[in-house]
């Protein structure tokens, strides 16, 4: 534990908006939506309180959420917003155009499904719709990585290489909701931490520039190489804030997580907090002898092509379990972005892709078994399906 | 690890008391899950809320599928729901109801270790109104040992400000007042 930091227990949102108000954010833009709403609400009222000194701007949708966070990011204030599902596919075009502008807007998206059929429940159907926004993509897994995470996105998106908006995905009510135990640092950490933002520009009625010109063909393909390239640059910028931030609190953060991984000849890959129940599915495996590991992927854009292939080194098999579902198409996203990291090489572990826990469906450790038993069963060069969605009836 | 399952109805304060207890176990340094079953709030419509208390730290993302103990804050709810249908052997019930234990093992056929509170009263008499998750707390302390009742000093006092002295006077009522009954074979 960090020094003077304190153990409490908290609802996940709860704790976010504490981070928001520990990282001093001058501007908040948010629209209500359930599963988000706590993190919003709880912030209103921190700023209604005069416990948080920002601008609180109501809206009457997201759309108008994320195009205010853009006003404030560009006039230089320190912004962030929070969505879930329809809020975050309403926010669509203006995703592009934050990233575009290169705003350091942190977001956290508390994951749910799209409708319809209207499920206010938990997968990564939302997110997934927003995969090429040119934003940085977080997952997280618990409470304290939900409050850590959204402390380090500031920092991540602010720096001055990067300046490139920054999501923070947390599942919806399986994690938002839940009152766990987390440590919160003492405020004077996080100040050394993250000093206040200094925009490299910024809208000044005194120094009149232009932001979000129109780009002709002769010009637009070079700005979008030059967003890709910054936001793969990144993920170095990323890793030494994540260090620097384990060296303060002593909790350290890969790009790709790894569990019970030596010697492991068969890896289940989650993201999100699938992850732990999967760890304790891996446990008792284990305990079984059955060789398995668990590789949790944190970083989703930029994605960690060389991290992922250094953790699933020596691996046969590697069972990718995706939130989500690439309707009318193969692999699902997840499986789909780890096939491509390992296509061009010679050598390279056979995949299966399975789909779990979608609309809210729960999943459990006994599920994560049945995969791995079902996936023993599979010929992973020639499977049976292109991907299994786990658990369907009918 | 301990899982315990709340089954109450919307508005009676099932999600308050797994948070409130959660909070508590946390307080003690213990680690712990408070959550709801995730959905449409609606007064009046059975509600489960889940706890978990453990050592370490909890993975669990999931619902609580064989709880270790199951509390019931609504007797309407036994026939609707059969709650104790998927109790771990060895487990535990906390029910509220003005009947006597055997009274209760003759017309639920509860063979679990049994423990019974007539919390509506304890509220009524207590807090003046007939809520009784707060109340029920004590009857679970009391069956369970999960927490110390002082633990749930400062949670209380976090939610409800002055009206958490007659929350805790109501849940240290049912401490007292709560019957323990060993299983049955």
Known sequence: ?394 | MLEIRFHGRGGQGAVTSVELLALAAINEGKFAQGFPSFGPERRGAPVLAFLRINDHHIRLRCKVAHPDVILILDPSLIRIQKPAMDLKAGGVIVLNSPKSISEVRREYGFKHTLAVVDANTIAREVLGVPITNTTMLGALIKATGVVAVESLEHPLKERFGPLAAKNLAACKAAYEKTQVEEARP
């Open chain 1, 1 to 394: 534990m960090a020094e003077h930091a304190k153990r409490l227990g908290m609802e996940v949102s709860i704790a976010v908006s504490h981070a928001v108000q520990m990282a001093r954010a001058e501007a908040i833009a948010a629209y209500p939506i359930t599963p988000q709403t706590h993190i919003v609400e709880h912030l209103s009222s921190l700023v209604a309180n005069g416990d948080l000194e920002a601008e609180f701007i109501n809206v009457e949708s997201e759309h108008s959420a994320l195009s205010a966070c853009v006003g404030t990011s560009a006039a230089g204030a320190r912004t962030f917003t929070a969505t879930s599902s329809q809020g975050l596919a309403l926010m669509h075009e203006i995703l592009f155009i934050a990233s575009a502008l290169r705003l350091p807007i942190v977001m956290a998206v508390a994951n749910r499904a799209l409708s319809g059929p209207l499920s206010i429940w938990n997968d990564h159907s939302d997110i997934m719709a927003a995969r090429d926004i040119g934003w940085i993509q977080v997952f997280v897994e618990n409470g304290q990585e939900a409050f850590d995470h959204t402390v380090m996105a500031f920092k991540m998106a602010e720096n001055s290489q990067v300046l490139i908006p920054t999501m923070v995905n947390m599942d919806g009510f399986i994690l938002t909701h839940v009152v766990e135990a987390l440590e919160i640092p003492e405020q004077a950490l996080i100040d050394r931490f993250l000093p206040p933002y200094v925009p490299r520009h910024q809208l000044d009625p005194k120094r009149p520039m232009t932001m979000g010109a129109f780009a002709m063909p002769e010009i637009y393909l070079e700005v979008k190489m030059k967003h890709q390239v910054t936001l793969m640059n990144s993920y170095d910028r990323i890793l030494a804030i994540w260090e620097e931030w384990g060296r303060l609190t002593g909790r350290h953060y890969q790009p790709v997580e790894r569990f019970r991984t030596e010697g492991a000849k068969i890896l289940l890959l989650t993201m999100g907090c699938l992850g732990e129940v999967a760890a304790v599915a891996v446990e008792e495996l284990r305990e079984q002898g059955l060789p398995v590991g668990l590789l949790s992927l944190r970083l989703w854009r930029p994605f960690p092509f060389a991290a992922l292939r250094e953790a699933v080194n020596g691996a046969e098999l590697v069972i990718v379990c995706d939130r989500a579902l690439s309707l009318g198409g193969g692999a699902p996203p997840v499986l789909a972005e780890v096939r491509s990291a390992f296509y061009s090489l010679a050598s390279r572990p056979a995949m299966l892709g399975y789909i779990i826990g979608l609309g809210g469906r729960d999943v459990s450790p006994e599920d994560f078994k049945e995969i791995v038993a079902r996936a023993q069963k599979e010929n992973p060069e020639a499977p049976s399906q292109e991907f299994f969605l786990y658990g369907v009836r009918g």
